[in-house]
């Protein structure tokens, strides 16, 4: 019976078992010249064979009509015409009773076997003189239950299988989750060993520097502390991202984000290294979405950074406009203002800063768009979707959305235009 039922339920895209099952039945059951012993004449038995057999080859497109009418031609062999009963019809009736837990739902399943043991109980009244001994009425009963105990342990073994590939594909995706983490942690640890050394010593190097050269002049004196003061902030901003990916799931929520109220320090820093920048604010300023300020304030910095690099002694312009619904910016800079040799055009550039720029962008359904401005120039936009005006509080965050991760520009980011 699990053979039969397995020829069934296999190969759904080619249902070539059901068909060939069906029409052995129902040629047996065309053939079987018994039937003509019956209480029935020839002609229904025949009939009522092929509906006992024929709806086989349709059970998987149709499994409660065909499990119906073979249920039903063979209630009325058992009540009527025991005797007329073929071989063929018999199974039929087996692997329709079998089926009914693998096919049907449960409400329908249960219905079919009770009206089944019905039509079996019905049978010991004789009617139409179809009187048969006690025992062939018990055999009857009892392999109903023995094919609904077929079907319904086969349904059972196929749950078993669809669970066990469920466990399995969840430990697989824990299993992979383990990987990255150990790889996040070997990367916060590399970059620490490495990075945060070199960073640290530039830092160190920069605050000494006027104590260990005498005579520095005192522009020289300030490059140097804004040097030093830039390496602790690389240094504070690494140790951000090193605990992102420390963070079992990706986010530090403790750590601190840059803001658009942080612009103003950034544009200062930039001026004070020679950038002519100027930033200019149209609509009512409010406070947005973490996720928002930070991405904005990273466009930002990326734009300055990529101005000076590309486009040195460049007047650079930063425009916000607060919209409805939404922040813009727009980040310019003009032709550089004096040649540098080994500067690649900005066109040409290989680094990653506008591409992650991009993705964070598009991580929020923004806008986002970089390009030449057609005079030697360069802008970079994007429009933010943000939440309508809300109160600015001025101690305490408004939104408490989880930012982005951060990702300071470095050489190999703030390359690319």
């Not at 009509?65 to 062999?77: D, H």
Request: proline fraction near 7%; glycine fraction near 8%; aromatic fraction near 4%.
């Amino acid at each position: 019976m699990e053979r039969a039922l397995a020829l069934l339920l296999a190969d759904y895209r080619r249902p070539t078992g059901p068909i060939a099952m069906a029409a052995v039945l129902a040629l047996a059951a065309v053939l079987a010249r018994d039937s003509a012993a019956g209480p029935l004449r020839p002609d229904l038995a025949i009939v009522l064979g092929l509906l006992a057999t024929a709806p086989i080859a349709v059970i998987r497109r149709f499994p409660a009509a065909a499990i119906a009418i073979i249920l039903t031609a063979s209630a009325v062999f058992v009540a009527f015409g025991r005797l007329s009963w073929s071989v063929a019809a018999v199974v039929g009736w087996l692997i329709a009773l079998a089926a009914c837990p693998v096919m049907l739902q449960r409400r329908q399943a249960v219905l079919a076997v009770v009206l089944t043991e019905g039509a079996v109980l019905l049978a010991t009244f004789g009617l139409a003189g179809n009187a048969t001994p006690w025992d062939a009425k018990v055999t009857e009963a009892l392999a109903v239950i023995a094919a609904w105990g077929a079907g319904e342990l086969l349904r059972a073994r196929r749950q078993s299988a669809l669970d066990q590939a469920a466990a399995a594909e969840q430990v697989r995706y824990l299993s992979e989750r383990d990987v990255v983490a150990r790889e996040r942690a070997s990367i916060a640890r590399e970059l620490h060993d490495v990075v945060a050394h070199h960073v640290s010593m530039i830092a160190v190097r920069a605050a000494t520097a006027p104590y260990s050269i005498s005579g520095l002049p005192a522009p020289a004196e300030a490059a140097f502390g804004e040097i030093a003061e830039e390496a602790r902030t690389a240094l504070t901003e690494l140790r951000v991202v090193l605990g992102v990916l420390r963070a079992p799931g990706g986010i530090s929520e403790s750590a601190p984000q840059p803001r658009l109220a942080d612009l103003g320090g950034l544009l200062s820093r930039m001026a004070g290294a020679g950038t002519d920048v100027a930033m200019t604010t149209d609509g009512k300023p409010r406070q947005l979405p973490a996720s928002v300020e930070l991405c904005c304030y990273r466009i930002v910095q990326e734009a300055l950074t990529n101005a000076g690099r590309h486009a040195p002694g460049s007047r650079v312009r930063v425009e916000l406009s607060y919209l409805r619904a939404a922040l813009s910016v727009r980040v310019t800079n003009g032709r550089p203002g004096y040649p540098m040799p080994g500067l690649s055009h900005p066109a040409a550039a290989t680094g990653y800063g506008l591409t992650g720029l991009r993705e964070r962008v598009g991580m929020l359904r923004g806008e986002f768009g970089a390009r030449p401005d057609g005079q030697g120039g360069f802008e970079v936009t994007a429009l933010l979707p943000a939440v309508p005006a809300v109160p600015a509080v001025p101690a305490v965050p408004a939104v408490p959305a989880v930012p982005a991760v951060p990702a300071a520009p470095d050489d190999a980011q703030g390359g690319q235009r």
